[in-house]
């Protein structure tokens, strides 16, 4: 039997890159998915793409009633919502002293309320519902410790381990676990991204950028979006029923270097 056969998930960020994954890995074991991006085209097409069943909704996680209308959209199209999956968010790049205070917002508006918006609703219908389900929530290695040009992500990213520990306290009597996944350095399209920017920043050729970033790693390689995707199915199954409060990093051992 798939581990999560009769389950609903709903995805948020998921139109590309990990979130698209997760959905697509949670299907594969049985759940019924709902796809949520603020870009509606294409998480329509994505969730298309990805077919059995999956819906494609528009949601601004930064916006409580978007947030309530997306889940209404999901659990009319699938039922319940049971697995609760807050990925979407967002990076921006700059030293802290040179950090415009509405970028640094920003971040933390998409990365931390979007999250807090999107579990909060996830958990109040769950306890409506009197059901048990599983919340998880996208941080980062970057939110366990800080890194150069990060101070809107990282502190993002601290921000949702804190509020993973205190939903995961709250919710536990009501059999509801509360996960966080921190990844290390995947390669998706925000990657690369990233060390475009990097490379622009600092002069220093991209191939040079990704040579830096992988040292640390002992296979030398990114992740892959499978490989981090399966820590979420993990978490969203039976398998994991005792596990709560906890951050779980697929870094590929990045910490040893």
């Known amino acids: 039997m798939a581990l999560l056969e009769g389950r609903t998930a709903l995805v948020t960020g998921a139109a590309r890159g990990i979130g698209l994954e997760v959905g697509r890995r949670l299907a594969g074991q049985g759940a019924r998915v709902a796809l949520a991006d603020v870009t509606a085209d294409a998480v329509r097409d994505a969730a298309r793409d990805l077919g059995g069943g999956a819906v494609g909704i528009g949601m601004d996680v930064t916006d409580p009633v978007s947030v309530a209308a997306g889940f209404s959209a999901a659990e009319d199209a699938l039922g319940t919502v049971d697995v609760v999956v807050a990925n979407a968010g967002v990076l921006h790049l700059q030293r802290a ?18 999250t807090f918006l999107t579990c909060a609703e996830g958990a109040r219908r769950l306890l409506a519902a009197d059901r048990p389900g599983s919340i998880i929530a996208s941080s980062s290695l970057f939110g366990l410790r800080g890194g150069v040009e ?10 949702v381990v804190g509020l993973v ?40 050729p991209p191939e040079e950028v990704e040579r830096a970033m992988l040292v640390r790693v002992p296979s ?38």
């Open 165 to 204: 520990q205190c939903l995961a306290a709250e919710l536990g009597v009501a059999g509801i676990t509360v996960n966080a996944v921190c990844p290390g350095q995947v390669d998706t399209v925000m990657m690369r991204e990233l060390i475009t920017e990097r490379s622009r920043l600092t002069g220093t």
């Open 150 to 159: 990060n101070a809107a992500y990282s502190a993002s990213k601290f921000g």
């Open 97 to 114: 002293v040179d950090l415009e205070p509405e970028r640094f917002r920003r971040v933390l508006e998409v990365n931390l309320t979007g």
């Open 220 to 257: 030398r390689r990114f992740a892959t979006v499978e490989e981090v995707a399966d820590a979420y199915v993990w978490l969203a199954s039976d398998l994991a029923r005792y596990v709560t409060g906890q951050s779980v990093v697929v870094d590929g051992g990045w910490q040893l270097g």
